[in-house]
């Protein structure tokens, strides 16, 4: 009871923190049977999180095994399936004890349970994969070879991408693999089990990366995130997919990633031509305070409704602001103050959100209570969360009216410096079109040599 109550807190919480959801390729989880799945690590705790809810399986952790020190965080931890593994880099003293928990391990997947590790090891806000342990292949080709290779276990990647880990409203993107057959291992694993071992992790290290944006040489990482700002939406015009948007931005940026990798091998001085050239016209739209959205004229905005539903509804969004603003704002004072490196801030707001904001509407609703009744407290407490959606809402659309206006009275009164930008965009968008003509045609000819 108590598990369902919180998955429904945080399923509330997770719903509240993202723009947009987006699982992909849900039908390849296996519904039953033993599985093992594998997990890029953008952002600490967020990430067994959003796959936990998501993930309609009945789930056991692979945790830090110096996170389990302290007895009460023990008890949590070991309540929430959780099952610690221990690092030579972290707890020398304590490698002994893993091959009691790969023996634990075994006997879920045994059981036909469902466990999950993260491989890499460690957390990093990073659109890279680091080095994969060999935990997660030696995990499930040893519980089947106690089992003479009978259990028919699988592994599945999980490839988990989001916009930005760290700030509130973005974007989130769960993209699963094909499952990764264990029987496929079996004859290589009695020949010689750690060559299978190896080429079971050279595996999952691909499927990760093909489910994942992994950027390998970060000094590309702004230059990239540029280019998509500006390029991405012309890819979506010139695609035949129908997916959904999050799952063909994860496309478009697959590719965008291997052109400027190619580039920058190949031709760095074309490449570097390009990047002052982006960055000099992502340095105007900034200091014109407009977006490239506007520039290409796909803002989506209808001024005229947005205009009588602003006043209209002001009385709603004040009653939701009013509510939810003390505990968005200590929730974002606790990440800043709390937490000392990027990568965990996140996964802190998260965290903190869910408790932060059940306690202050438990105490928005007994002071209504008091004054109106029970009754009144009940409905006050079930309308405070979409409440605030709707005053998150109200505030995404002020704004956008506020951005549309000043850009209508730019193009009024400096319509000729809005044109030169219309026209390096495009330049920038020809040369672009341009080297992925050149990137493709090269991608061809290598597949075909």
């Known amino acids: 009871m108590l598990k369902r109550i919180l998955k429904l807190l945080l399923h509330l919480t997770v719903k509240g923190y993202f723009r947009s959801i987006t699982i992909n390729n849900l039908k390849?989880?296996?519904?039953?049977?033993?599985?093992?799945?594998?997990?890029?690590?953008?952002?600490?705790?967020?990430?067994?999180i959003v796959i936990t809810l998501f993930i309609n399986r009945n789930l056991h952790y692979l945790a830090?095994?110096?996170?389990?020190?302290?007895?009460?965080?023990?008890?949590?931890?070991?309540?929430?399936?959780?099952?610690p593994i221990y690092r030579a880099a972290t707890s020398p003293d304590e490698m002994h004890k893993n091959k009691a928990v790969f023996q634990k391990c075994y006997d879920h997947l045994t059981n036909e349970g469902a466990v999950i590790i993260f491989p890499e090891g460690t957390s990093k806000t990073e659109r890279r994969l680091r080095p994969i342990k060999t935990g997660a292949a030696r995990?499930?080709?040893?519980?089947?070879?106690?089992?003479?290779?009978n259990l028919g276990c699988t592994i599945v990647p999980i490839g988990v991408n989001y916009s930005?880990?760290?700030?509130?409203?973005?974007?989130?993107?769960?993209?699963?693999?094909?499952p990764i057959k264990m029987a496929d291992y079996k004859?290589?694993?009695?020949?010689?089990?750690?060559?299978?071992?190896?080429?079971l992790t050279e595996k999952i290290k691909q499927e990760l990366e093909n489910n994942t944006v992994v950027i390998q040489n970060e000094d590309l990482d702004e230059l990239i995130v540029n280019i998509e700002k500006i390029?991405?939406?012309?890819?979506?015009?010139?695609?035949?997919?129908?997916?959904?948007?999050s799952v063909q931005n994860f496309k478009m940026s697959k590719e965008i990633v291997e052109a400027v990798s190619y580039f920058n091998t190949h031709d760095p001085e074309i490449l570097s031509k390009l990047k002052d050239k982006i960055?000099?016209?992502?340095?105007?739209?900034?200091?014109?305070?407009?977006?490239d959205k506007q520039m290409r004229g796909q803002e989506g905005f209808n001024l005229f409704l947005t205009s009588l539903y602003l006043p209209f509804m002001f009385p709603v969004f004040l009653v939701g602001y009013i509510i939810?603003?003390?505990?968005?704002?200590?929730?974002?004072?606790?990440?800043?103050?709390?937490?000392?490196?990027?990568?965990?801030?996140?996964?802190?707001?998260?965290?903190?959100?869910?408790?932060?904001?059940?306690?202050?509407?438990?105490?928005?609703?007994?002071?209504?209570?008091?004054?109106?009744?029970?009754?009144?407290?009940?409905?006050?407490?079930?309308?405070?969360?979409?409440a605030g959606m709707h005053a998150l809402h109200y505030a995404r659309q002020f704004y956008r009216l506020k951005s549309n206006l000043r850009f209508m009275k730019l193009f009024m009164t400096d319509v000729k410096r809005l044109t030169n930008l219309s026209v390096v965009r495009e330049q920038i968008i020809e040369e672009l079109e341009g080297g992925r003509k050149i990137y493709l045609e090269t991608k061809d000819e290598s597949t075909t040599a």
């Not at 390849?28 to 705790?45: C, D, Q, R, T, Y």
């Not at 968005?328 to 998260?350: C, E, H, P, R, W």
Request: glycine content about 6%; hydrophobic content about 40%; proline content about 5%.
């Open 139 to 149: 995990i499930t080709l040893g519980a089947e070879a106690q089992s003479d290779f």
């Open 187 to 199: 004859e290589q694993y009695l020949n010689n089990d750690r060559e299978a071992v190896k080429a």
């Open 164 to 178: 930005d880990p760290h700030t509130f409203y973005n974007d989130l993107l769960l993209n699963i693999g094909e």
């Open 324 to 386: 939810n603003y003390p505990p968005y704002k200590l929730t974002g004072i606790m990440a800043i103050k709390l937490v000392n490196s990027d990568d965990f801030k996140g996964s802190l707001q998260l965290a903190s959100s869910m408790i932060i904001f059940l306690v202050i509407y438990l105490g928005w609703a007994v002071g209504v209570s008091l004054f109106f009744g029970k009754l009144a407290a009940l409905g006050f407490f079930c309308l405070a969360y979409p």
């Open 64 to 83: 830090r095994g110096e996170s389990f020190a302290n007895p009460v965080m023990r008890f949590i931890y070991t309540s929430l399936n959780m099952i």
């Open 231 to 245: 390029y991405r939406s012309k890819l979506r015009e010139n695609s035949d997919d129908d997916s959904e948007q």
């Open 279 to 291: 960055e000099k016209y992502l340095g105007d739209l900034n200091r014109l305070n407009i977006r």
């Open 28 to 48: 390849a989880i296996p519904k039953e049977g033993p599985v093992l799945f594998v997990a890029n690590h953008p952002s600490a705790f967020m990430d067994p």
